[in-house]
């Protein structure tokens, strides 16, 4: 059974995120991206910025590959491409945090804000720590953001296999 479980483990994740418009499709990196635009939430705090390492050439917004020393620690775990000129993604903006079977989301003091819509009241609320929900559609940036996200917990699904 214990080996049962840790398979599990690595193939389904604690929660993921699944990039609900077009710009959010296209602002993760497409390693990142599973079936149905998905992005695996496994470690936590799991980390999100924007991507600062991109030049405009020949009219497009290109990544530039900087060789980083392997011993350096990322500041996110997911950079998000964001090609606007009034950016909405700030290079840490925000963090899924995991404290016991409950997910909060925390504002990483980005610049301009996340917010959370529920799926209950379809409310957004604003501030610097939420808790998040099953279901919950987190956007990033100011209102009107085209960065939404679908919240997906799996908690239920690992309660099948308790330590």
Do not use: C, W
């Amino acid at each position: 059974m214990e080996e049962k479980k840790r398979v599990i483990e690595t193939v389904i994740p604690l929660a993921a995120l699944q990039a609900l418009t077009p710009e959010a499709i296209e602002a993760v990196p497409p390693v990142f991206l599973l079936g149905e635009n998905v992005v695996a939430l496994h470690q936590f705090p799991y980390r999100i910025g924007r991507e600062s390492r991109l030049q405009r050439m020949d009219g497009e917004v290109q990544r530039v590959i900087r060789p980083k020393p392997s011993a350096t620690v990322p500041n996110n775990d997911l950079y998000l491409i964001d090609p606007f000129l009034s950016v909405n993604i700030s290079r840490e903006h925000l963090q899924i945090e995991k404290h016991e079977e409950v997910f909060m989301l925390q504002d990483r003091g980005s610049a301009t804000g996340t917010s959370i819509i529920r799926k209950d009241s379809g409310k957004a609320e604003k501030g610097n720590s939420f808790i998040l929900n099953d279901g919950d559609i987190i956007s990033i940036g100011t209102e009107g953001s085209p960065y939404l996200f679908k919240f997906f917990s799996f908690s239920e699904i690992r309660v099948l296999f308790p330590d």
